[in-house]
């Protein structure tokens, strides 16, 4: 008798145990975009459990316990956590980091990731290049990117001179410069107004002459302007003003004048082509 009341309570426990436990299925998306988020990392806390999403962003786990806590983890999204509270379906949706790594660089055609690139590439943003008054945009470089000297004109509307790779050639050492995905074939950018620049990225290796041929020989310097976005109107307004005073020049009279003249005839020995009232000199 006592060996089936034995029996019967570890039934009874095995039971129990396996009610403890369920399996949790889900979908682990985008927040910003609603995209299935593919080979994402779904582990039970405190446990090695886990797996990892499939191509459409389902993920399956299996003998979870009722009172444990889902992690999900994604590279470029924040850390989520979520309690199974018994539940056999749970989906996640992950924010994206704002990290320096994951930011967009133009490169060549196309765009990459901070992180991926394995060039040599500077990156200054429009609001940098907006401190400091500057007729051209080339001229806002100076000091701020290793590599890339910036020596300026001088002149109003004058074009500063910009070496990236050095002096490397009787023709010319100026880089190409690309504005929206265009090359130019001139140095000369004083028509893009400082305030539409949205970034600059300088290509400095040689590689860049994979992309755009023997014109980027000098380097490249890559300019995206400011575009329209939806959402609210939104208006920026920005102005400088300066003022300089200039001394007033001595300038010689009309009399004075006429007798420098009129010296100048008598050392020549000759008589002066016009009369004049005033001889009193």
Request: hydrophobic content about 40%.
């Amino acid at each position: 008798m006592k060996k089936y009341i034995l029996t019967l309570c570890l039934a009874m426990i095995g039971l129990s145990v396996m009610a403890q436990t369920l399996t949790v299925t889900g979908l682990v998306s985008s927040k910003s975009d609603g995209e299935p988020l593919i080979g994402a990392t779904v582990r039970v806390k405190g446990t090695s459990q886990g797996t990892a999403t499939d191509i459409d962003g389902n993920y399956s786990l299996k003998n979870v316990a009722a009172d444990a806590t889902l992690i999900f983890n994604y590279v470029g999204y924040q850390e989520v956590s979520i309690p199974v509270n018994g539940r056999n379906v749970i989906n996640a949706e992950m924010a994206e980091t704002a990290s320096s790594l994951d930011e967009l660089v133009v490169v060549g055609y196309g765009v990459a990731k901070k992180s991926d690139l394995t060039s040599s590439i500077s990156t200054i943003k429009g609001s940098e290049i907006n401190e400091m008054v500057a007729g051209n945009a080339m001229d806002a470089l100076q000091g701020r990117m290793p590599g890339v000297q910036v020596a300026s004109g001088g002149g109003p509307g004058s074009n500063p001179k910009v070496m990236i790779r050095g002096v490397t050639s009787v023709n010319g050492s100026d880089p190409l410069y690309v504005v929206d995905g265009v090359p130019l074939n001139t140095n000369n950018i004083n028509f893009i107004n400082n305030n539409d620049i949205e970034s600059m990225e300088v290509l400095k290796d040689a590689s860049a002459s994979a992309i755009y041929g023997t014109r980027a020989s000098n380097g490249v310097i890559i300019i995206t302007t400011k575009k329209g976005k939806a959402g609210k109107t939104h208006v920026d307004f920005s102005a400088s003003v300066g003022w300089q005073h200039i001394a007033k020049p001595s300038i010689a009279w009309a009399d004075e004048y006429e007798q420098v003249f009129k010296t100048r005839y008598s050392n020549d020995g000759r008589v002066a082509p016009w009369g004049s009232p005033y001889e009193n000199y």
